[in-house]
């Protein structure tokens, strides 16, 4: 038998050798990609067992919800934390290292540079602008010439929410737990919401950075104690004259551990309230009996999904009033402001109370 | 009539290529699962608690009878909150340590009076499953102070992970086995 040479070109050499190569990778890739492909394919298949569903949670009844949008405009700058309507009507938005000014259909009137992020903002009956950056309280004539820096509060302060009297100065600091009251010159003059047994005060419950503070018209603060889900009405002294205010999901309470997180008072001295987790803006009576709702969750569905995956801590609302009552509703997710008025078929807006319920 | 054309390619030729090609593709498929072990040397499985969707297969498609997956607790990012979210079901009738209240399916929350109004949540490892419904729970509302780890006083460390090929999240990850944890941290006095 004898030997048959066989003889290749080194064409064809080069042409076997890469699709031999070829095909290796292609070994290589489906290979590698297998893990993938059965987390692709697994991800979906069944319903999580153990789910914790708030889905129904998410839906508001329509009847309930009495205001609609009358208008939209973006913050002026993002990461925005706090609104407040000044004596002019204009509002003023502590976002980015700016308060900025704005007239009612968000057009930018002023603007006020900060040395770090804004945290909150007030405005006096005079015009003059407070603006509580992390640690300290930064003021403003009514021409937007910054006038004075105050002391610093340390490292553990959060300015999360101030208001002003014709005298005095409040400063909501959610790190210290802690409404200080100053006067206006900037001198530490009280501290209010510690607890303290004398001035019937349990103490305020700040587990994340929301505490707000505002003055309403019968001459008490009102101060979310966010970690007890209710409103407290204070005297200047720090004396606790009433709360209201229940922990639930229901539309009628204040859900998750700690809410609500921002409130405004309307023109006749009912509360609207801000919740983050369950983002929703709702309407509360003078004695704290649920009215209506100005906007449920399912109109912020971006600030809904900020609290996933790692936390809850960053999301959130805030709202502020103007002398007409509309209700302007900062997210703080989606860096936008909501101008909401009161639906005209809707009961109060012809004289007669929405039902209350809770 | 012409004759019949010669084939390109013959039988002989066919079999022997297709053989080739078969072994190629499985020298290769053994190339790229040895490439992907081979960076397995001194890590271990953990979980990314940013990228957890908490989707509930830690519970299930861990090797073990009982997951390696437990929930951990971050006791300086906790709110220490009376109505914890991660503990007790979304609408609870009251805000005691009753059945019907409580979130965890095994029990493994123990809830302890601090003082008022605040308490303190541990978990019980011997009976949570790490199913992540407080996880959710705490993340949806409060400071996301629960979150899931593989504990390697458990885990065998499978080259494939059962687990990984079904994370919703991708969030399984190999880390370094002198730093087999990937915790939360507060971000208090920044």
């Known amino acids: 038998m004898g030997n048959r040479k066989q003889t290749i ?3 064809q050499f080069i042409k076997a050798s890469a699709q031999d190569a070829g095909i290796l990778v292609v070994g290589g890739i489906v290979a590698a990609s297998s893990g993938s492909l059965a987390r692709a394919a697994s991800s979906g298949k069944d319903a999580n067992p153990f789910a914790y569903d708030v889905g129904r949670l998410r839906k508001t009844d329509p009847k309930l919800i009495q205001y609609e949008q009358a208008g939209q405009f973006r913050s002026p700058y993002p990461e925005p934390h706090r609104i407040a309507a000044g004596p002019d009507d204009r509002l003023y938005i502590a976002a980015g290292n700016y308060v900025s000014v704005v007239d009612r259909e968000g057009a930018r009137v002023n603007e006020l540079a900060l040395p770090g992020p804004a945290r909150c903002v007030a405005v006096a009956g005079d015009g003059t602008v407070y603006a509580g950056v992390r640690d300290h309280i930064e003021v403003f004539d009514r021409k937007g010439q910054r006038v004075a820096a105050w002391e610093s509060l340390g490292k553990k302060s959060w300015l999360s929410g101030l208001a002003v009297s014709d005298k005095d100065v409040f400063a909501a600091d959610a790190g210290n737990r802690v409404i200080l009251r100053y006067d206006r010159s900037g001198k530490l003059v009280g501290r209010i919401g510690e607890k ?18 505002k003055l309403a018209r019968d001459g008490l603060l009102r101060v ?3 970690g007890r889900h209710r409103i407290e009405a204070y005297t200047f002294d720090g004396d606790l004259e009433f709360f209201w205010g229940k922990p639930s999901a229901a539309i009628e309470g204040f859900c998750g551990c700690c809410n609500p997180v921002g409130l405004a008072l309307l023109p006749d001295g009912r509360y609207v309230t801000c919740e983050k987790g369950l983002p929703r803006v709702k309407i509360y009576s003078k004695e704290g009996a649920f009215e209506c709702v100005v906007a449920g969750t399912e109109s912020f569905s971006e600030n809904w999904q900020k609290c996933s995956p790692s936390d809850c801590t960053t999301g959130g609302l805030d709202a502020a009033v103007d002398s007409s009552g509309r209700v302007y509703i900062l997210d703080v997710v989606e860096s936008n402001v909501r101008i909401m008025a009161r639906k005209k078929e809707s009961p109060a807006a012809s004289g007669t109370r929405a039902g209350a319920q809770g | 009539m012409d004759p019949r054309p010669e084939p390109n390619v013959s039988r002989r030729q066919f079999l022997r290529d297709g053989a080739r090609a078969a072994a190629l593709t499985g020298l290769g498929g053994l190339v790229g699962v040895m490439a992907s072990r081979s960076s397995a040397k001194g890590t271990v499985w953990q979980i990314d608690p940013q990228k957890c969707v908490r989707c509930g297969n830690c519970a299930t498609a861990c090797v073990l009878e009982q997951s390696a997956v437990k929930c951990v607790h971050a006791y300086a990012i906790c709110g220490y909150c009376q109505l914890c979210t991660g503990y007790f079901e979304p609408e609870p009738n009251d805000l005691n340590t009753g059945a019907e209240n409580c ?5 493994a929350i123990k809830r302890t009076y601090v003082e008022d109004p605040y308490y303190e949540y541990s978990i019980e490892e011997a009976l949570c499953i790490g199913c992540a419904k407080c996880v959710e729970g705490c993340n949806r509302f409060g400071n996301g102070s629960l979150f899931l780890q593989v504990r390697h006083d458990r885990c065998v460390n499978c080259n494939e992970c059962a687990i990984s090929k079904v994370c919703a999240g991708d969030a399984f990850r190999r880390v370094p086995a002198d730093h087999p944890y990937l915790l939360k941290t507060t971000t208090h006095g920044e």
């Open chain 1, 196 to 213: 303290n047994k004398d001035r019937n005060s349990p103490g305020l419950v700040v587990p994340s950075p929301y505490l707000d503070v």
């Open chain 2, 103 to 107: 979130l965890c399916p095994t029990s």
């Open chain 1, 9 to 11: 070109t080194r064409r």
């Open chain 1, 224 to 226: 979310n104690n966010p």
